[in-house]
């Protein structure tokens, strides 16, 4: 090789932790030892609660105006359900007439989940938002990620991109955060959508690359088409040298291999002639948009994805020990 080997390399480990809050609600009655136990669900506009006694033959009384209930208060006979921000307070009797449980709960419902309605002009299909809830303020990703109130606010209409994974939540005040709704097209759906002709894509070059490498892919270009780049072909002997080096990163995380050899010499191994190279490693995430989105997130793996130096990628991904490590090798 006459050209100049640049050799670009990025180390990347991300853990998840997880941490969880119990919230005890003490009994309405001192006497009543235990807690009622309870289920909630959401029907449209309605969050429902469901009280489960601890006997058939018990029977529980209830308020839902946040006042001590008695045996004069309303017999619970089936689920409630509730349609704003409610109190209830239950105590169950046994058929001895002995309070043996009770509970003081508030419920509140949840914003109604956007609905995307789609529209074609041009071969561009576009995608609005809209929740049922009054006073909904609505927030998106496209990487497939989950929506908070930190994502992306929707204020008009959206391009959907070949790829794209949109999710959307809805927002209330008074309110909980609505179920995410999901919208994701193959690329023959969005074909047939648009009306665009994918018959010639050479993206994806690997026949036997699954489709979560091939996500990788797909989530990859479309960082570089927010950048005005031309994508990266995904190149089957790219694959297979970013296949071993992730079943070698497995157990040797570094961008050494483990005879303590340069990590490019897997592309010499292979035959694969190259003027620029680069490689990303991680370790932890469990799909393709997690993996990337950390990637984005690290100065030196997005100077990768992003470099002009760089026309075709191979994507690793091996399993081990219940933990996912990927690998991109890029060329020229």
């Given at each position: 090789?006459?050209?100049?080997?640049?050799?670009?390399?990025?180390?990347?480990?991300?853990?998840?932790?997880?941490?969880?809050?119990?919230?005890?609600?003490?009994?309405?009655?001192?006497?009543?030892a235990?807690?009622?136990?309870?289920?909630?669900?959401?029907?449209?506009?309605?969050?429902?609660?469901?009280?489960?006694?601890?006997?058939?033959?018990?029977?529980?009384?209830?308020?839902?105006?946040?006042?001590?209930?008695?045996?004069?208060?309303?017999?619970?006979?089936?689920?409630?359900?509730?349609?704003?921000?409610?109190?209830?307070?239950?105590?169950?009797?046994?058929?001895?007439?002995?309070?043996?449980?009770?509970?003081?709960?508030?419920?509140?419902?949840?914003?109604?989940?956007?609905?995307?309605?789609e529209?074609?002009?041009?071969?561009?299909?576009?995608?609005?938002?809209?929740?049922?809830?009054?006073?909904?303020?609505?927030?998106?990703?496209?990487?497939?990620?989950?929506?908070?109130?930190?994502?992306?606010?929707?204020?008009?209409?959206?391009?959907?991109?070949?790829?794209?994974?949109l999710?959307?939540?809805a927002?209330?005040s008074?309110?909980?955060?609505?179920?995410?709704?999901?919208?994701?097209?193959?690329?023959?759906?969005?074909?047939?959508?648009?009306?665009?002709?994918?018959s010639?894509d050479?993206?994806?070059?690997?026949?036997?690359?699954?489709?979560?490498?091939?996500?990788?892919?797909?989530?990859?270009?479309e960082?570089?088409?927010?950048?005005?780049?031309?994508?990266?072909?995904?190149?089957p002997?790219?694959?297979?040298?970013?296949?071993?080096?992730?079943?070698?990163?497995?157990?040797?995380?570094?961008?050494?291999?483990?005879?303590?050899?340069?990590?490019?010499?897997?592309?010499?191994?292979?035959?694969?002639?190259?003027?620029?190279?680069?490689?990303?490693?991680?370790?932890?995430?469990?799909?393709?948009?997690?993996?990337?989105s950390?990637?984005?997130?690290?100065?030196?793996?997005?100077?990768?994805?992003?470099?002009?130096?760089?026309?075709?990628?191979?994507?690793?991904?091996?399993?081990?020990?219940?933990?996912?490590?990927?690998?991109?090798?890029?060329?020229?």
């Amino acid at each position: 090789m006459t050209n100049t080997v640049r050799k670009i390399t990025a180390l990347f480990t991300a853990f998840v932790m997880a941490a969880a809050i119990l919230v005890f609600i003490p009994p309405v009655n001192a006497s009543a030892a235990k807690l009622i136990d309870y289920s909630i669900s959401y029907s449209g506009k309605y969050v429902k609660l469901r009280l489960i006694p601890q006997s058939s033959s018990d029977t529980i009384y209830y308020t839902t105006n946040n006042t001590k209930p008695t045996k004069s208060s309303a017999v619970y006979k089936k689920q409630l359900a509730a349609a704003a921000k409610t109190t209830i307070r239950a105590i169950e009797y046994n058929k001895n007439g002995r309070s043996v449980a009770s509970i003081k709960i508030t419920i509140t419902p949840r914003a109604q989940k956007p609905v995307i309605t789609e529209t074609v002009k041009n071969g561009k299909l576009m995608l609005t938002l809209r929740s049922a809830s009054s006073g909904a303020v609505i927030y998106y990703t496209t990487d497939g990620t989950a929506p908070t109130k930190n994502s992306r606010k929707y204020t008009g209409a959206i391009e959907y991109t070949r790829g794209m994974t949109l999710k959307a939540r809805a927002y209330v005040s008074g309110l909980n955060s609505s179920a995410v709704c999901t919208y994701s097209l193959s690329d023959s759906e969005w074909a047939a959508a648009t009306g665009n002709d994918v018959s010639g894509d050479s993206i994806f070059n690997d026949p036997s690359a699954s489709e979560e490498t091939k996500e990788v892919v797909r989530l990859l270009n479309e960082e570089r088409a927010k950048r005005g780049l031309a994508p990266l072909v995904m190149d089957p002997m790219l694959d297979k040298a970013a296949s071993l080096r992730a079943k070698e990163v497995a157990g040797h995380f570094a961008h050494t291999r483990p005879d303590g050899s340069n990590n490019f010499t897997v592309l010499d191994e292979m035959n694969i002639d190259y003027g620029y190279a680069g490689e990303n490693i991680a370790g932890g995430q469990t799909s393709a948009s997690a993996v990337m989105s950390s990637w984005m997130k690290s100065t030196g793996h997005r100077g990768n994805i992003l470099s002009d130096n760089f026309n075709k990628v191979g994507i690793g991904h091996y399993v081990s020990g219940g933990t996912d490590y990927w690998v991109q090798v890029f060329s020229d």
